[in-house]
């Protein structure tokens, strides 16, 4: 595709008077409400006929100060800020903060309990994905793909439900292990449902692929350069969506991703189509990578045996020969001044979040609750090239483009 | 695990003359809509009708709080604080005082929780050395006042 960089130009506000409309600038708001911005964004354009010359962006609508929240917590408390940040896959920031909080402390999870996380941040991908193109479809006109893709993301919710007892605010990672085991009947529902998915997003395929009026809209829209992609610091589906095949599973692996088998998918386009195709055969991807994991999932315990890490279960609690070192244990657990303190030092870790590397920085003072809680949210950066790839293009594709970001106003304001 | 019957796999550009030109016609894409759109019509339906039909949660949803009671219908609390310490949310407020039966000292008053400032995490029920509190499978929470939303021991007791 032989496409030139757009310059960016200075936005100036020209004064327009009656009588030569068209001939000047205008400026024009998109948002901070409006239905295709999936939350509160604005862009303020500068358009020369249906052109766009300049944009710039305005965040802070959806400020929630959850880092600021963050810091009043204790490291295990932290984990029901997080999954309030990225409302799409909620269980892909439980897991994101409860690795970097162990590799903070330096503890190897169980293979089961890597098994559970493994699975469940492959199905927040899918349940991410599938919703993202459905939403790319309805913004471009097709609204019965998105409601396709609600289906699908409802039996995701209900096997959430299931393992975690809450469908949105999962709250399910704990400090060393999860909240509690999988349910006997996890690995059939998941089963159930990668045949299920399979089959939904083949056919939401089936309905895109070739539909002239989706195919137009996205080929060649919102196009950005291999070169500025890695400037401005896009990861995940945006930058593979460019040739780049970066994919933290694979690059820096973390919870057993090392011994699977899973191909980095990239598309060479760089524009709204590919980041499509990137997307839907991620889906593919991530369902194979969860059969693998089923076909050994491992048995024993769940949590790791450390019990100044993780509170005993409540039988050894109420079991009166061994109960009383437990009952310590426990009551050490939630004590002010007396629960899990990692060691002064800080700490960065990636992972491969469905929008791109979602990374969580903490600095710990050695006291039970995080001095600093940064949250690295893909979509901040995602959403800063935007006005780069939508100068020169027409108004119409900012929809278009910006649906393909997928961008989460929770995540991005924090 | 190669699924070759992905569409994923395969390029997805219609190829020749002909694929092109049925694609740039828009016919077969309506066509084919249509018939995906029928197919959903004689499926079972997704949906609930809410009000009259309601949704069975699974064990273990984390609803509304119960304080438990024990087989002599006493409650099982015996006010030590840990679940309002292990509350991110600091929705939890116990008063304590002594204990009318002897084999503990202490009891609660006043155990009130603030429902709208409440976020279902269960650690409450986590942190509970007696088993005393626990999240039911209550999904539904219907109040006409702000006041009503403070569930006090009695409420909860009565869950």
Known sequence: ?414 | MANDDRVGSRDVEPKGFLAKTLMKLYVPSVLSGMKKTMEYMIRPKATLQYPEVKRVTRKGYRGEHRLKQDEQGRMKCVACFMCQTACPAECIEITAGPSPWPDRDKAPVQFRIDMMKCIYCGMCEEACPCDAIELTETYTQVSTSREEKIYDINRLLSN
């Not at chain 1, 927040?124 to 097709?142: K, N, P, T």
């Not at chain 1, 949105?168 to 059939?188: C, E, H, K, N, Q």
């Open chain 1, 1 to 414: 595709m032989a496409m030139q960089r757009p310059t960016r130009l200075p936005m100036e506000v020209e004064e327009q008077t009656e009588g030569d409309l068209g001939s000047k600038r205008m400026i024009v708001n998109f948002g901070p409400q409006h239905p295709a911005t999936h939350g509160t964004l604005r862009a303020i354009m500068e358009l020369e006929g249906e052109i766009i010359r300049s944009m710039d962006l305005e965040i802070g609508y959806l400020h929630s100060g959850f880092e600021k929240i963050s810091e009043h917590r204790t490291y295990n408390q932290t984990v029901t800020v997080s999954d309030r940040m990225n409302y799409l896959s909620p269980l892909c920031n439980n897991v994101g903060l409860s690795c970097a909080i162990e590799k903070m402390m330096g503890i190897t999870v169980t293979p089961r309990c890597a098994a559970i996380r493994v699975v469940l941040y492959e199905l927040s991908r899918v349940a991410d994905h599938i919703l993202s193109v459905g939403l790319q479809a309805m913004d471009l006109g097709a609204f019965s793909v998105m409601l396709w893709a609600f289906i699908e993301r409802e039996k995701l919710y209900d096997i959430f439900e299931a393992v975690t007892g809450a469908r949105l605010t999962t709250s399910y990672t704990r400090v060393g292990g999860v909240m509690r085991d999988v349910p006997a009947d996890f690995i059939p529902m998941v089963k159930a449902f990668i045949d299920a998915g399979r089959k939904t997003t083949r056919e939401m395929e089936g309905m895109l692929n070739t539909n002239r009026i989706f195919v137009d809209r996205c080929k060649g829209v919102n196009w950005i350069s291999k070169e500025d992609a890695i400037s401005y610091g896009l990861t995940g589906p945006m930058l593979r969506a460019c040739g780049v095949p970066h994919d933290l599973r694979r690059l820096q692996p973390y919870l057993g991703y090392e011994k699977l088998k899973f191909d980095v998918i990239t598309e060479p386009g760089g524009d709204v189509w590919a980041r499509y195709r990137v997307r839907v055969r991620e889906i593919y991807e991530s369902l194979d990578i969860i059969e693998q994991v089923l076909a050994d999932f491992p048995e024993g315990p769940v949590n790791v045996d450390m019990p100044e890490v993780i509170i005993p279960t409540k039988t050894a609690l109420n079991n009166p020969g061994g109960g009383m070192e437990g009952l310590i244990y426990h009551f050490k657990n939630y004590m002010f001044g007396h629960g899990m303190k990692p060691a002064a030092g800080e700490v960065y870790m990636g992972t491969e979040a469905p929008n791109g590397e979602l990374g969580y920085f903490l600095v710990s003072d050695g006291t039970q609750k995080p001095w600093r809680w940064r949250v690295r949210g893909p979509s901040f950066y995602n959403y800063q090239a935007f006005p780069q790839m939508c100068l020169g293009q027409s108004l119409s594709d900012v929809v278009s483009g910006l649906s393909s970001l997928n961008i989460i106003a929770g995540e991005l304001d924090r």
